[in-house]
């Protein structure tokens, strides 16, 4: 397990090496890819004998590590697993090459001995110079830069989920090994016969949660491409056509939705909300509730039915202008939190809806102040409590200044103080909010209308203090 959490810890570290303010962090990704690039060019370029132009090539990554405040022996503790492969790489070579090719004072060195050395500093260079660009360059950054160079969209985008799927794996194993650990008392390990059932669990689960952490990049704007100038002018564009939204900013009618055939999740939902109302969707387990939600924002597509979101059709043509008008706050929150930082994570939006560098600070300043979390910018996403990532996913929304916000169940795992705190703020948002919860009182407190779900139906829809003193109703449906 200790394993575990130091490959979680590793990957974290470089998340925040590349996240400082350094002035080498802040020059432009894609200068430092094309600096790695060539110097790696250069370094490959040399001959097997020529050990002293090598040698003049360790002047960028220690110039580098030096103005990036990196230490290098930490680079090399990384790689050190990797040192033994190049090493031996080049470990036969004096046996089959002896000629001497020069003398170092009365010493003579064989070609062999030459190349090996070669070799060797070769491999430690083109090392140090990837972290270097790691370390100083978040993924996000990399991936951007690569398609500026025309990089194949799907290779990006593949290689930014890779590195995320890594964290959700070992995070997910941590975990697991944990729940292990507690059930197999005095084991120093994980034992051999349980090692299969491990590896197939965690591999769903931690796929299971990696396609929740990509639902949650889709809502906020990811659509596998990073934003260049040409792009963010037509996002722009799109977003000054004007649309009416009449009366309603949400509008459902006869909504159908099935995961089976034959057995209906959501039947014949109709509802009609305007914008400044604060509605509690209420009703027991597999009622439906989730799932509308998750309908509401595109995630599912309804089988019948219709639906309008601030006057635009719910279809899957209009997903993306939706998706920044409508936040959807996950019930998880390390489902919807995957950028290093606090900071990173409240500006992914807005930055992928193509708004300029200006206007993505004071998008995401805005909404930390919302929910009060000012000074939390560089605050590392692993180090917050429960509460405090509540708050960052509220304000992952907020910064795309939403008409709507849904949320499932967000008082989930709050301690007394952090939800006192956060009904605080549920009060101050903004737009229509449509909060599925078991929490009755948080219902009572925070909304004025009710929604009761029952067998993906609505069985009640009214005022609160008309839904929750209606013991019999409530009874009926396993509520009290």
């Given at each position: 397990m200790s394993k575990i959490r130091q490959a979680v810890s590793k990957l974290h570290k470089m998340d925040q090496l590349s996240a400082r303010d350094q002035w080498v962090n802040r020059i432009h990704p894609l200068v430092k890819l094309l600096l790695t690039f060539f110097y790696l060019i250069l370094l490959l370029s040399m001959g097997k004998y020529q050990l002293s132009g090598v040698l003049l090539l360790t002047v960028y990554p220690l110039v580098g590590f030096s103005?990036?405040?990196?230490?290098?022996?930490?680079?090399?503790?990384?790689f050190r697993l990797v040192l033994p492969l190049i090493f031996f790489m080049g470990l036969f070579n004096p046996f089959f090459d002896r000629e001497i090719i020069v003398y170092w004072g009365s010493v003579p060195v064989t070609g062999g001995m030459l190349s090996m050395?070669?070799?060797?500093?070769?491999?430690?260079?083109a090392l140090s110079a990837g972290y270097l660009l790691i370390a100083t360059t978040?993924?996000?950054?990399?991936?951007?830069?690569?398609?500026?160079?025309?990089?194949?969209q799907i290779f990006v985008t593949m290689m930014l989920l890779i590195y995320r799927y890594l964290t959700v794996l070992f995070e997910e194993a941590e975990l697991m090994a944990q729940a292990y650990m507690l059930r197999a008392p005095g084991q120093k390990g994980?034992?051999?016969?349980?090692w299969g059932?491990?590896?197939?669990?965690?591999?769903?689960?931690?796929?299971?949660?990696?396609?929740?952490?990509?639902?949650?990049?889709c809502l906020r704007g990811f659509q596998g491409e990073f934003q260049t100038e040409k792009i963010r002018e037509s996002l722009k564009k799109s977003q000054a056509i004007p649309r009416e939204t009449g009366e309603f900013c949400l509008e459902v009618k006869n909504l159908y939705f099935s995961y089976h055939p034959g057995k209906e999740t959501l039947s014949d939902v109709s509802l009609k909300a305007k914008e400044g109302e604060c509605i509690g969707l209420i009703g027991g387990n597999g009622m439906g509730k989730s799932t509308f939600l998750k309908v509401l924002v595109g995630l599912l597509e309804y089988s019948e039915g219709e639906a309008q979101i601030c006057g635009i059709p719910l279809k899957k043509e209009n997903y993306r202008e939706i998706r920044r008008l409508i936040g959807y706050v996950f019930q998880d929150s390390d489902s919807q939190l995957f950028m290093p930082t606090v900071y990173e994570d409240v500006m992914f939006g807005p930055k992928n809806y193509g708004y300029d560098k200006e206007e993505v600070k004071e998008r995401t300043e805005a909404a930390l102040s919302m929910v009060h979390l000012e000074g939390f910018e560089k605050r590392r996403i692993y180090e917050l409590s429960g509460g405090e990532k509540k708050l960052v996913s509220i304000a992952t929304v907020l910064a795309l200044s939403p008409k709507i916000i849904l949320m499932d169940e967000p008082t989930v795992a709050l301690d007394p103080k952090n939800r006192k705190n956060?009904?605080?703020?549920?009060?101050?948002l903004p737009g229509l909010k449509l909060i599925a919860s078991h929490d009755l009182d948080m219902v009572g407190q925070c909304c004025d209308r009710v929604i009761l779900l029952e067998q993906g139906k609505i069985a009640a829809d009214g005022a609160v203090n008309e839904i929750l003193q209606d013991k019999k109703l409530l009874e009926e449906h396993g509520l009290i």
């Open positions: 103005l990036s405040e990196l230490k290098y022996r930490e680079c090399i503790w990384r050395a070669t070799l060797f500093l070769k491999g430690i260079l978040s993924v996000m950054d990399i991936c951007m830069a690569l398609r500026m160079l025309y990089v194949p994980i034992h051999y016969s349980a059932s491990f590896a197939g669990q965690l591999l769903l689960r931690s796929m299971d949660r990696a396609e929740r952490v990509y639902e949650s990049m956060f009904m605080g703020i549920l009060r101050e």
